[in-house]
């Protein structure tokens, strides 16, 4: 069982091993920055951020407000043109971007909340813990989470909330399976065994010395599925599934499948920008991982 | 392959099957309203919904009706669509080879091709083929494919006449034999293409970097070092890189099917997917979950599948 009272201050002694690991941790978020595709995501992801916090200085218009002439192609005024409600497509797709970031951030807490939770708990407690909680994780991973989105919206209606519910709970089966395999291998370390030895409980030693190691794999993983999580919401809202309140990538992509033979900009900026968002994150990954993984292959 | 790792296996797909029934039972009736309005739309009287209670079992406490639920299911009986007035069954499985001809075709064009350039990729690394295949596989799959069914939609079937803008076959000009067979290619290209992307990028990436891991080994380099054709080195390799390929390929059922949900929405391709929207507005329930339940286990099939496949492939595979 969890024993979260530790019996002695050990804060000193194994932070010598723990602190050398982590500051090799620091070292390798920056080694990000040394790969071509790193250097790419890192730029990416940031000006996809700022855009998505500076949205209301960005945008020229209100998305819902009809500012022009409908289906107008693109001009100084609407750089990426007008719907066919007179809409601005380029403040659609900088609110767009604000909405698909703020879900891929919302969904990736959750995730790596509940994929961390599960993973240490399978791999520390070992045994029929380990069985049943993988099992599960066998089970949420092969449950469609497209599918089973679609069947949600439409019977529960549209929302955001619980489209972030749903993908936070549906996408942590990888997360946790990258927790289990760090925390098996770091459970039998020295360092953790020193801790131990000095009397610190499960939990403490759980806490405080083996997760802080296997977390920088996580992020890498974390960063993949939120790449993943928005490509899933841009394809529920482009059926019509998406939050009717609330401009986003998927929406501007759907509306314009009904006028892509008139207005191929309506389609082309919003789909363009989803793709920019899901490779920033990918390279970012695939960024963190070479840097913290420098025997990688490539 | 031990017999007894495929029943080991099987019976592993069992659990996860009735852990589905039972999701699937949760969400009817988790489900804001009552299922009678559901099952008998809104503007039915209280005498039809008493019916549908009774022929549903609705009154009945609810482990009994899960049980009769499950019994139902597992007879292939998935409801009746309100809209189709048929049975839900006889909907999807009408629409399930559209959709499976679709998924197939792009499946088997990615992995060929994927293992190709791959291959290529590993053999020219660093080298101009080898960035431009790179950056390709990157861009394609940061892709969304009914974005890339758009584009190819309005430059390649709009813009130039070479392919057919939408549909399975030419409703105007209907072909038989030989000639409908080609009609029927000539509108299955451009969608399969669409919908091959994201695997593609996939695949090549993935055997990739299998087959620059695989030149370091040792026996590579032995093979290598006696002289050895460098074609057939790379042969070697890639019976060792293929496994975790095929691994990732099966897991990727589900997306695959997801994509090819909206790859048909944007071509009009009369599989699941354009059930699945029209069921959506229509607000077909039945036919919504029967398709849940069919693509899942369709899922779990095709992770079975794999799982086997690759314990045939690799000798060393001998679950006890």
């Given at each position: 069982?969890?024993?979260?009272?530790?019996?002695?201050?050990?804060?000193?002694?194994?932070?010598?091993?723990?602190g050398q690991r982590a500051s090799e941790g620091r070292k390798g978020f920056f080694r990000i920055l040394?790969?071509?595709?790193?250097?790419?995501?890192?730029?990416?992801?940031?000006?996809?951020?700022?855009?998505?916090?500076?949205?209301?200085?960005?945008?020229?218009?209100?998305?819902?407000?009809?500012?022009?002439?409908?289906?107008?192609?693109?001009?100084?005024?609407?750089?990426?043109?007008?719907?066919?409600?007179?809409?601005?497509?380029?403040?659609g797709v900088v609110y767009g971007t604000r909405t698909s970031l703020a879900l891929a951030l919302i969904v990736s807490l959750l995730t790596g909340a509940i994929g961390i939770i599960v993973g240490s708990l399978a791999a520390w407690h070992g045994r029929r813990a380990d069985d049943a909680l993988m099992r599960i994780t066998e089970?949420?991973?092969?449950?469609?989470?497209?599918?089973?989105?679609?069947?949600?919206?439409?019977?529960?209606?549209?929302?955001?909330?619980?489209?972030?519910?749903?993908?936070?709970?549906?996408?942590w089966p990888w997360i946790a399976r990258v927790v289990r395999a760090e925390v098996l291998s770091l459970k039998q370390r020295e360092f953790v065994?020193?801790?131990?030895?000095?009397?610190?409980?499960?939990?403490?030693?759980?806490?405080?010395?083996?997760?802080?190691?296997?977390?920088?794999?996580?992020?890498?993983?974390?960063?993949?599925?939120?790449?993943?999580?928005?490509?899933?919401?841009?394809?529920?809202?482009?059926?019509?599934l998406g939050?009717?309140?609330?401009?986003?990538?998927?929406?501007?992509?759907?509306?314009?499948?009904?006028?892509?033979?008139?207005?191929?900009?309506?389609?082309?900026?919003?789909?363009?920008?989803?793709?920019?968002?899901?490779?920033?994150?990918?390279?970012?990954?695939?960024?963190?991982n070479d840097a913290l993984n420098p025997r990688g292959g490539r | 392959m031990p017999s007894r790792y495929l029943l080991r296996r099987l019976a592993q797909v069992l659990p996860t099957v009735a852990g589905l029934l039972v999701l699937n039972f949760c969400i009817i009736h988790l489900a804001p309203g009552d299922p009678v309005i559901a099952l008998g739309g809104e503007h039915g009287d209280a005498a039809y919904y008493t019916f549908l209670r009774n022929r549903f079992g609705l009154d009945r406490p609810l482990p009994e009706q899960l049980l009769t639920y499950v019994a139902n299911v597992l007879r292939g009986d998935l409801g009746t669509s309100f809209v189709h007035g048929r049975s839900v069954t006889g909907v999807i499985a009408?629409?399930?080879?559209?959709?499976?001809?679709?998924?197939?075709?792009?499946?088997?064009?990615?992995?060929?091709?994927?293992?190709?350039?791959?291959?290529?990729?590993?053999?020219?690394?660093?080298?101009?083929?080898?960035?431009?295949?790179?950056?390709?596989?990157?861009?394609?799959?940061a892709t969304p494919s009914f974005w890339l069914g758009q584009v190819a939609l309005l430059t390649?079937?709009?813009?130039?006449?070479?392919f057919p803008v939408q549909g399975m076959t030419d409703a105007r000009n209907p072909q038989t034999g030989l000639a409908n067979l080609m009609d029927l290619l000539h509108h299955l290209a451009l969608p399969a293409i669409v919908l091959a992307v994201n695997e593609l990028a996939l695949t090549t990436r993935l055997v990739r970097t299998g087959l620059l891991e695989a030149f370091g080994a040792d026996y590579v380099r032995a093979a290598r070092a006696k002289g050895l054709p460098e074609a057939l080195v790379i042969r070697h390799a890639l019976?060792?890189?293929?496994?975790?390929?095929?691994?990732?390929?099966?897991?990727?059922?589900?997306?695959?099917?997801?994509?090819?949900?909206?790859?048909?929405?944007?071509?009009?391709?009369?599989?699941?997917?354009?059930?699945?929207?029209?069921?959506?507005?229509?607000?077909?329930?039945?036919?919504?979950?029967?398709?849940?339940?069919?693509?899942?286990?369709?899922?779990?099939?095709?992770?079975?599948?794999?799982?086997?496949?690759y314990a045939r492939l690799d000798p060393r595979i001998r679950y006890q």
């Open positions: 069982m969890l024993d979260s009272t530790p019996a002695f201050d050990i804060s000193n002694q194994p932070a010598l091993a723990l040394r790969s071509g595709t790193g250097r790419i995501g890192v730029l990416l992801t940031c000006g996809l951020l700022a855009v998505a916090l500076l949205a209301g200085r960005i945008a020229p218009a209100d998305p819902f407000a009809s500012v022009g002439l409908p289906l107008r192609s693109p001009t100084l005024a609407h750089p990426m043109g007008t719907d066919d409600l007179g809409r601005d497509v380029l403040s089970f949420v991973q092969i449950v469609p989470r497209f599918f089973l989105a679609v069947i949600v919206v439409a019977l529960f209606g549209p929302g955001l909330d619980r489209l972030v519910l749903l993908l936070g709970l549906t996408s065994e020193a801790a131990r030895s000095l009397g610190a409980g499960h939990f403490r030693v759980l806490l405080r010395e083996v997760l802080p190691n296997a977390l920088p794999p996580v992020v890498v993983v974390v960063s993949l599925s939120a790449a993943s999580v928005i490509l899933i919401e841009t394809g529920l809202s482009f059926l019509g939050d009717p309140e609330v401009v986003s990538l998927g929406y501007l992509a759907n509306n314009a499948q009904r006028f892509l033979r008139v207005a191929w900009w309506m389609a082309a900026f919003p789909g363009a920008a989803i793709a920019l968002a899901v490779l920033g994150l990918n390279l970012l990954g695939d960024g963190l | 009408e629409r399930l080879p559209a959709t499976l001809l679709l998924v197939s075709t792009a499946l088997v064009l990615s992995s060929v091709a994927g293992v190709g350039l791959g291959t290529l990729a590993a053999r020219y690394r660093r080298r101009p083929a080898d960035v431009a295949l790179n950056t390709a596989a990157l861009l394609g799959y390649l079937a709009v813009g130039t006449g070479l019976w060792n890189v293929m496994l975790p390929v095929i691994t990732v390929i099966g897991s990727r059922a589900g997306m695959l099917l997801s994509g090819a949900v909206l790859v048909e929405v944007v071509f009009a391709w009369p599989g699941l997917g354009r059930l699945l929207l029209s069921s959506l507005l229509s607000r077909d329930y039945p036919v919504l979950l029967g398709m849940f339940l069919v693509i899942s286990v369709g899922v779990i099939l095709a992770n079975l599948i794999t799982d086997l496949a």
